[in-house]
């Protein structure tokens, strides 16, 4: 093999890490982020698409209200995004008094 193929080599490896690697990389450290950071009164989805709320958890369970009075228990890392509680904006009433 010459230099111009062992530079070729490295550039398709270098490609494959930017494009598939490091991508998925990131993906991963934000899925952490978002399971250490559910707490009791959560509004979560799960990866199987239930929504519920969390009612309690432990190191690696959590328990998931998904209707009044039944509670599931669920993996921590099934979780696969929280609902952010929407605060309606005040009206423009409310801030003239």
């Given at each position: 093999?010459?230099?111009?193929?062992?530079?070729?080599?490295?550039?398709?490896?270098?490609?494959?890490?930017?494009?598939?690697?490091?991508?998925?990389?990131?993906?991963?450290?934000?899925h952490q982020?978002?399971?250490?950071?559910?707490?009791?009164?959560?509004?979560?989805?799960?990866?199987?698409?239930?929504?519920?709320?969390?009612?309690?958890?432990?190191?690696?369970?959590?328990?998931?209200?998904?209707?009044?009075g039944t509670?599931v228990k669920?993996?921590?890392?099934?979780?696969?995004?929280?609902?952010?509680?929407?605060?309606?904006?005040?009206?423009?009433?409310?801030?003239?008094?």
């Amino acid at each position: 093999m010459d230099i111009s193929g062992l530079l070729f080599l490295g550039l398709i490896v270098v490609v494959f890490y930017l494009t598939m690697m490091r991508p998925q990389q990131k993906r991963i450290k934000q899925h952490q982020k978002l399971v250490a950071s559910v707490a009791p009164g959560d509004d979560i989805i799960t990866v199987g698409g239930l929504h519920g709320v969390v009612k309690e958890l432990n190191d690696d369970v959590l328990w998931v209200e998904i209707a009044p009075g039944t509670t599931v228990k669920f993996s921590r890392l099934s979780v696969s995004r929280k609902i952010e509680s929407e605060v309606p904006p005040a009206s423009e009433e409310d801030a003239a008094s």
